[in-house]
């Protein structure tokens, strides 16, 4: 069983940085990807930013060039370095990883959540 948790949210104002990690633990053989996602009140889940095994990278268009999606392999740790924040980042930002566990099952496993809130 392969466990998720993202920490680093908080209360930042417009125009800020906050730095998000995502530990991943458990019985892994291996992580493809790693995402990040967010949902803000009455809004569906959206994809902020992806990054795969071989290094690629992906993210919303609202996101680019603000914010940046790094890994840890030896930790199977990952980032999201988030600059420029807005308001209508605001959100609950949730992780989930992808990829083969030790009994060389497929796993996908989500974290619980982490707020971040950015005032004007």
């Known amino acids: 069983q392969v466990q998720v948790a993202e920490s680093g949210g908080g209360l930042v104002q417009a125009g800020g940085s906050l730095r998000l990690s995502c530990a991943a633990s458990?019985?892994?053989?291996?992580?493809?990807?790693m995402g990040w996602h967010r949902q803000a009140p009455g809004k569906q889940r959206e994809l902020v930013a992806t990054?795969?095994?071989?290094?690629?990278?992906n993210y919303a268009n609202s996101v680019k060039g603000r914010f940046t999606i790094s890994r840890d392999n030896a930790k199977n740790t990952f980032y999201l370095q988030m600059s420029s924040l807005k308001p209508e980042d605001t959100a609950v930002y949730f992780c989930?990883?992808?990829?083969?566990?030790?009994?060389?099952?497929?796993?996908?496993?989500w974290g619980q959540g982490t707020q971040v809130t950015v005032s004007s």
């Open positions: 990054i795969f095994s071989g290094g690629n990278t």
């Open positions: 989930n990883a992808a990829g083969v566990g030790a009994s060389n099952r497929p796993f996908g496993s």
């Open positions: 458990g019985s892994i053989k291996r992580i493809d990807a």
